[in-house]
């Protein structure tokens, strides 16, 4: 069954895409080898139900496109951003989607092993998810630039790894 | 809504506010008592703890709930109610008590705003992690987004957002409570660390420790209390969608300011903004958002905040002065407090004794504006001399 699976990205994929560590120092931070003020261990961990609540939002990256006027929105509602209608959504998945950047900033204070962190909104189809941007320089970084989204480990809060996605250049 | 149902039906009476500031050597109690006592001097209460019928506070980070207030003044055996809602709480507590006067249910009200970020031991909002998705929780990240597409859009930069800075750190030396009393240059602002683009250490406002008090009555009991008092013309609160969530935004204007000036403006009866309001308070969290709110509040143009700011409409000799006591940005923001505080050297001003920052010919009609959240939320309240 996975032979049969269309697009997938496998080592090859993700080498070609690589970005060189500029240093060894950066290597042990993200290796969480080095201490840094903000350790992404820290907290007390999402809750189990919260986290098994929001999969199809936060693993599938399910948006919820309205049956009365058609508005592509993310994250769940039950209530359309759009025309209030309530409950009549079908669901689309929006990972494997191309977006557009439609605002971004490089923010140089929230907990990052690499500042900046690269934080964006990106319009897929209408719907807007609040992204971190990966495996890019803000040199790159403008308004409107195509992304596409990759699944990431984002951090260990509570011991234990939590994944979402983040935008990155197609390239 | 019935848009005069509350209009020039609430006057103040009395005010008070803390030094605001990095107050560690003061607790909530401490910083509640000055600004509540100086209120009650104000008013000329001679019997605080008879006279004042129900409290409403505001606090975004309470450490106790009502009881921080009630335990402080000992107002007991009468309603204590807490309000939150972000940036506007303290705007919107004195809202709550407004509405307790005009619906003849209370003679004598007292609100309170006040809040104690820096007991955390850090200079903002936590850092820490707080959900699977592990995106900043930084205002000053949040703030920031409508920068490149506005930038763009009209041609502004970050010099612009500068000359806000300098304004209301001038400002702030004239205020004898702020928190800072520091000149500093354009080229300060533009050379400082980077917080969050567009965003240097001197575009962002830090938060502080402090407390603002307002003593409210019916307009026709004023006159026992004080000749010159102020009423309140107009009160909004209004809510937009997470501008990150939301299909429909621009990047170009925070709708929560546009809502909620429709329904103030509606109110007080204001057709044209920069003619009928003689000066503001405005929430100058970061120099984007007052310059996001000159033309969200309709002082002028889309597009246009950066030509006024180069012309010195909004300076304290200016046209429309704005931020005439520094700001967030120099005085400081206790985000419970802020709105109040606001709302404080409104008063001030229009009673004529703003001493040294006081707007020249005789102002009449003053409105402060607090936005927050993601940003979400917005207040504006309007006063009025009689």
Known sequence: MVERLEGRRGVGWHLARRAELPSYDLYLRFRQLLATEHDRRAGAGISATKHFRDRDDDVTLAGLRCRRCGCLQYPRQRVCFRCFARDDFERVRLSDKIGTLKSFTFDNFAGSPSPPLIATVVDVEGARLYLQMTDASPKEVQLDLPVELVFRKMHDAGGTPNYYWKCTPVR | ???????????????????????????????????????????????????????????????????????????????????????????????????????????????????????????????????????????????????????????????????????????????????????????????????????????????????????????????????????????????????????????????????????????????DPRKDIDLAQVHDCFTLTELLAYEDLGFCEKGAAKDHIKSGTFELSGELPVNTDGGLKTFGHPTGATGVRMIYENYKQLQGKAEKRQVKGKPTVALSHNIGGAPQACGICIVALP
């Open chain 2, 1 to 271: 809504m019935n848009p005069h149902a509350i209009r020039d039906k609430v006057a103040i009476v009395g005010m008070g506010c803390s030094k605001f500031g990095e107050n560690w050597d003061k607790d909530p109690q401490d910083m509640i008592v000055e600004a509540a006592y100086e209120a009650y001097e104000d008013a000329g209460l001679e019997d605080p703890h008879q006279q004042i019928e129900a409290v409403f506070c505001g606090a975004q980070y309470p450490s106790k709930g009502t009881a921080e207030v009630a335990d402080a003044l000992k107002m007991y055996d009468r309603p204590v109610s807490m309000v939150v809602n972000y940036c506007a709480t303290g705007t919107d507590a004195f809202r709550y008590g407004v509405f307790s006067v005009a619906c003849g249910m209370y003679d004598t009200v007292l609100v309170v705003g006040f809040d104690k970020p820096k007991d955390r031991g850090v200079s903002g909002p936590s850092v820490a992690v707080t959900g699977v998705r592990g995106l900043p929780a930084t205002p000053a990240g949040w703030f920031s987004h409508c920068a490149a597409r506005y930038f763009e859009t009209y041609g502004a930069g970050r010099e612009d957002l500068a000359r806000i800075a300098v304004k209301n750190h001038h400002n702030g030396t004239l205020a004898p409570k702020s928190m800072l009393k520091r000149e500093i240059t354009v080229d300060d602002v533009l050379k400082a660390r980077i917080i969050s683009w567009p965003f240097g250490l001197y575009d962002c406002a830090a938060q502080s420790d402090g407390a603002a008090a307002a003593i409210i009555t019916r307009r026709e009991l004023a006159k026992r209390f004080r000749d010159d008092h102020v009423l309140v013309r107009a009160l909004a609160i209004a809510l937009a969608p997470d501008p990150k969530e939301d299909p429909d935004f621009d990047f170009l204007r925070w709708k929560p300011t546009v809502y909620a000036a429709r329904q103030a403006y509606e109110q007080a009866g204001i057709r």
